[in-house]
Every structure is written in C-alpha cells, then in structure tokens.
C-alpha cells in the first residue's frame, strides 16, 4: 500500500531492505521549482562501512549534498541494480554527478504497453504429451511467474489455487495491502502483490490521474491481469468473451505461482517505477519475469529495462519481453539486450469469421467479436467525406451525424484505435461499421468486441467495399457474425504488427528471438473495465480477448516457467536457448511461415528462430549457455566504457578480454553484418552444451542464399557424455555477387543427430 509518507523517519528508511519495499505517498513538488526524476546509478564498492546497508547510503548521500531524502528520495535499489530514484530539481544535477560514487545519472524513461485455445494449438493437451505436462504442473508449484504490467484482478476465477500446496519456501514476497485490497486477495495461485507508483507519481506532480487505485496492486484496466492468466492461470471450464472462444481457459503453466507487480498507469509505465519492481521481484525469489512493455531504443547502460533484467538473469531469473507493436516497418524491435528473451506474436487456427454482404450477393469475409443479436438487415452505406481524409478514419469529431445516422460506416484502419472508431461511428448515430486495413496492415485481421455491430476486413477487401461505395448511387451493405472456428489455415502467420528487425542498438544480435501467440489471444479480465478498454463500456466480463505482442509474452513466460521446473539447473540462457532452437517455421499449410502484411513469406527479421513448440523444448538436444562472464565480454566488444558496463553488471572491476566481437556471444542464433566490398569475410565461434543424452553425434547442415558462403569447423560434434561441451566455428563470406545487395538474406546452421535437430537462424545484411 501507499499510504502515509515516504519517510517518517531517516532512522525508519535507513532500517529499511530498501526503499522499493517501503510504502509512501510523498508529494514530491517543491516550492522551489518543478522536479524531474533521475535514476542515479553507484558503484557499491564505493559505500563507505559505516553504512549497513545500500538504502542507507542513498540518504546520506543525498543528505551530504543537502538534498532532504525525505521529500526527493524515491526508491533505492541493491538487487537487480545499484542506485536509486530521486526527483530532483535543475541544481541537484552537478552536484549528483560530480559525488563520488556516482556513475551515471539518467532521466527517467517512459515505457508503454505493448497491448482457451493457445494450450492445444501449442500440443500441451495432446495425449502423447500429458505424461510429462501432469509431472511438469507438480513441479511448476515451485516456480514463481513476476508480472510487471497493470496490476492483477485477484478474484478472476483464473487465479483459483484450492488444489495447489502452500507457496514454496523459498518465496519471500507478500501480499501488499492497499485500496481494495486486502491480504486475503493473495492465495495459493497468486501469491504476492505490490504496487509501485513513485515515479509515476513525481512524473506527475506528486499527484497522477488514477486517484485511490495508484494506492494498491489491484488492476483497473485489465491488461496485467489477461497476461498474468496467459502466463500462469488455472484451469476454466467454460471461459468466452459473449460465447466468443468458448472452452476451457488455461494458462501456459497453470501449476505455476504467480505475483504482481503493478508498475504501469494510464500514462505509461515509468522506468524508475519499473526497475523498482525488478529490484522487488528478484529479492522476492520469482523465477521467471514477464514485462509485456518497452520503450524506444537505447544502449543497454541507458534502458533501464535492459539494465534491470541483467540484474535478474544474474541471479537466475528467466525474463521475456514483448517485442512491440511496431509493425511491419522493418527495425522497430524493442527489448533487445540479449540476455532478455525477445517475443514477436503470431496468429493461432482460431478465428471470430464476420461477413459483410453487399446487394449483389457478394459476401466478404472479416472478423469480429461484436456479441449479435436479432437479424441482420440492409443498411445504407457511407464512406466519410471525400474533402476530409480524417472522416474515413473516423477521428473523433469528423463524422457529421446527419450523414451517417441509421447507416453503416466504412472507416480506415489507423491513427486512432480500432474501437475508438466504433465508439465515434456509435456517437454520431451509425448503426454500424466496417474496419478496412490499409497497407500499414495488410491482410492482418484482429478481432475486437465493438460497441456497435462492426466487421474488421483486410486491405484487398477493404478496397473492394471502398470501391463499391465510392461508385454513386445508392450503396448498401449487411452486416453478421459466424462466431468462432477453428482449424484456420494457414496458420501461425506471423502479425503485421509485431515489431521487426535488424537489432538497431546491436546489429551482430538477431532480433526478435521467436514468436508466439498474440492475436485474438482469450484470459482473464478486470471487473471493472469493459472489453474495449473504453470509459464509455459498461460491459462487463470476466474474461477478454485482445492481440500484441503483450500476449505472446507471456506465453513464453509460461513455457519458460515449465522448462525451469522440468531442469532446474539450467541458466535463463540455456531454457532461451532450448525455446529458440526447437522452433518451427512451417505453418499448418505445410508451407513455409507468412507475414500477414502482404501475405508474403516471412523472415527472421519477423519470426526470429521461429514459433515456439514446446514439448521440443523440453528435450532440445544441444543448448547455447551463457555466463555472466560471457556478457561482459560482449559489452566489452560494443566499445562501452568501464562505467557504464558497471552499471548493467554492478561489477566493481571489470576486465574486459582482448579482441572481443559482438557476434561471438553465444547466442542461439547468428546476424552477420557484411560491408558493401567485392570480398568481406566474418568469422564467429559458438560453443554447444549437451543437454541429451551420451554418445551423441550431430552432423552440421547449413542452408542459406547463394551470395553467401559458409564454412563450419568442424562438421561433426561427438558428445561422449552428459554437459559436455563443444566448440565449433563459421566462417561467413560474402561473395562478389552479394556486395552491391541492399535488402537482407537469411539462412540457417543445423546440428541433427539420430534424435535431435539444433537449428539456428542466420541474418545476413550489407552495409557501407
């Protein structure tokens, strides 16, 4: 809870495991100007003895400086990262960063959101499988799933745990009381709670727009709740969104813990804020992170997201990232440090069929969740004004009600939210719409449940209903609703909207790593918000259905949880690894992976190493490890200084290997950037770990464009026991034929044995 004042006393702060488990809601404005919150990162080599513990020192550092804690001091932070969250004011600047101990001092940073079936499309319910799932669910109590997003919904049925045992011993998190929400929130499912709203609050004025709700962890706007419940939530019978996707709703790990850390508002989700839920979910004993959010891209020493989950994959902790929503524009990835697991979302064989009919009989398929009823009937179809672009997108304001009452609206898909059109059209007195993609979106078809009759078409029928309404005359159209099938083919196909590569912080790491489900993806709900988000839905339901790579996150926060309870001695690296080279890429077609912006083949810039296929996972032969040791050499080779490797590390000294390239971290795919020249040779090394069983032997098979060539040395592995290690190198040359290429090429290098195939990706791109 938040509730009385940051600091009643230094003695109580100074007490204190640290300032992210100490409750407040102090005002941090100042009579003596407008304050900005830093993050301000220190070496903790440098805490003289006297003090007894790093939240200590914070204060009286400050305090040395004649900054009051009491009033400027936000969090501090000695898990996942070193430092703390002040708000200060213009001439506390150079003081900070002048002290010693003090390595860097960075604003803070606003992220945002990257807002049934998906258990049997995956294969976890297949019969074959539900040996090894029914152990895996016993193991998985042990596993703790952290959720950084909105909050949770405690009383979503999703979080029943009569039948699970009380949490494991090592947890030492807690359900904190707040607002509407008591201690009894938390079970034996959801298992800790807390809420951090500083530095949304000093990012504000000391004050936010979330009143009461900003003072506990229970989520008012649904997003932290759907992805908690993908990640981890019980078993549902009879979930749907209005009868959409009926069935039985089920979390990735449903024997798995859950906790939440509430780090995002309606403005966003603030870095200092963010980081302090880390700091918080790491001394927790959590197992796994979730962070459905990013920001822009950034060097890993200034992304707290970055920095934050360095701290925790030290410590053990798997942590997966949204990719974004940024699509199909090419190098909008986000989260892309690479000890962070990096999702892009796919399609499942689900779909919400919807059908706009037009006078000649012609009917054309869409989607929709708009919940029916009555008959459907002929309407009068509008198309906005052909004077002013912003009617057919239906903006707020633009549609005139005199042209559009009774009728049905065609609007553009973009600018402002899908449903926000549907609530515009509403408004203004339409009896219906239909949602036309354009280019931006191609033939990606996302259901939404509308607060009108509404149907969502690609942009090939898009521009046939376009057409016929721009012809003259009387046009008409009719809109219904198929509900829910299943079997759709092609599928997966990878979303428009899912943020693609090149990694533009680091170009030598191949981004996103995989992809998952997020579109159309049903779980569990706030009670008090409606499905579409909107202040104006009075809806209400327990369970929602909503697509982003928000969703997919969690999908593989859940898998990962069950790949940490079947081996629980593999490093976060290792379970990445595992999710990575088990992937597929050939959809239920048989035909290789499709974007959905245009239809055409996707790549790894799209998929990463493909679609996760988790009961491969469980047995993926050979892993790509990585020691803490190893991505200091790669932050080495990046040309950071010592300073700022501190402060992701938290190392006092480090010592940086000689010779170090970013493509040598043993990462379980590869991107090889080439320079425009006749002749450009690029040499990487990777070390394989078996992970199966003795006296195993893999053969190398390497594919990929004719421009490019590859050479593995050696060509075959021979693992003669159990954690063996191999070394293997590739050299990558690029040919005559590739130096005046502009668009990119792929690849791939394959290790198959008798039992197992370890394939990763390879990116190939040309530059000046």
Known sequence: MEGTHLLLSVLVLLASHSLANVNGDTDVSSSG????TYIVFMDLAAMPAAHPSPAHWHAAHLQSLSIDPARHLLYSYSVAAHGFAAALLPHHLPLLRDSPGVLQ???????????????EFLGLLSPAYQPAIHNLDAASHDVVIGVLDTGVWPESPSF??????????????????????????CGRKLVGARSFSRGFRAANGG??????????????????????????????????????????????????????????????????????????????????????LGGGAAPYYRDTVAVGAFGAAAAGVFVACSAGNSGPSGATVA???????????????????????????????????????????????????????????????????????????????????????????????????????????????VADSHLLPAVAVGKSTG???????????????????????????????????????????????????????????????????????????????PFN??????????????????????????????????????????????????DAAGSSPATPFGFGAGHVDPQKALSPGLVYDISTNDYVAFLCSLDYSATHIRVITKMSNVSCPPRSRPGDL???????????????????????????PAMAVYDVKVSGPASVGVTVTPAKLVFKKVGQKQRYYVTFESKAAGAGRAKPDFGWISWASDEHVVRSPVAYTWKM
């Open 207 to 292: 004050r936010g727009r979330m009143g009461v709700g900003r003072r506990s962890a229970r989520d008012r706007d649904g997003h932290g709740t759907h992805t908690a419940t993908t990640a981890a939530g019980a078993a549902v019978a009879n979930a749907s969104l209005f009868g959409y996707a009926t069935g039985t709703a089920r979390g990735m790990a449903p024997g798995a813990r859950v906790a939440a850390y509430k780090v995002c508002w309606p403005e966003g989700c603030l870095g200092s804020d963010i980081l302090a839920g880390i700091d918080s979910a790491v001394a927790d004993g959590v197992g796994v992170l979730s962070l459905s």
């Open 160 to 185: 029943a745990g009569g039948d699970l045992p009380p949490p494991p011993a090592h947890w030492k998190g807690v359900c904190e009381v707040g607002v509407d929400f008591p201690a009894s929130a």
């Open 335 to 445: 989260n892309s440090a690479p000890w962070v697991a990096t999702v892009g979302a796919g399609t499942l064989d689900r779909d919400f069929p919807a059908y706009v009919t037009l006078p000649s009989g012609a009917r054309l398929a869409g989607v929709s969740l708009y919940a029916q009823s009555g008959r459907p009937v002929m309407l009068p179809l509008v198309y906005g004004d052909s004077r002013d672009n912003a009617s057919k997108l239906c903006l707020s304001g633009t549609l005139n009600p005199a042209s559009v009452r009774g009728k049905i609206v065609l609007c553009d898909r973009g600018v402002n939210a899908r449903v926000e059109k549907g609530a515009v059209v509403k408004a203004a007195g339409g009896a219906g719409m239909v949602l036309a993609n354009t280019a931006a979106s191609g033939e990606e078809l």
């Open 33 to 36: 100007g407008t304050t900005t």
């Open 545 to 594: 259905i909503i697509s982003g790579t928000s969703m997919s996150c969690p999908h593989i926060s859940g898998l990962a949880a069950l790949l940490k309870a079947a081996h629980p001695n593999w490093s976060p690296a290792a379970i990445k690894s595992a999710l990575m080279t088990t992937t597929y890429t050939m959809d239920n077609t048989n035909s290789s992976l499709r």
């Open 105 to 119: 001092v960075v604003p803070d940073t606003v992220f945002q959101l990257h807002t049934t079936r998906t258990p």
């Open 666 to 692: 043993n990462y379980p795919s590869f991107s090889v950037v080439f320079r425009k020249k006749p002749r450009h040779v690029v040499r990487y090394r990777r070390e394989l770990t078996n992970v199966g």
């Open 463 to 541: 521009d046939k209903i376009r057409d016929y309404a721009q012809r003259g005359g009387r046009p008409m159209a009719m809109l219904s609703f198929g509900g829910t099938a299943l079997g759709i083919r092609p599928s997966p196909v990878v979303a428009a909207f899912s943020s693609r590569g090149p990694n533009t912080v680091v170009p030598d790491i191949l981004k996103p790593d995989m992809i998952g489900p997020g579109v159309n993806i049903l779980a569990g709900w706030s009670g008090v918000k409606g499905p579409t988000g909107l202040a104006k839905d009075g809806r209400r339901t």
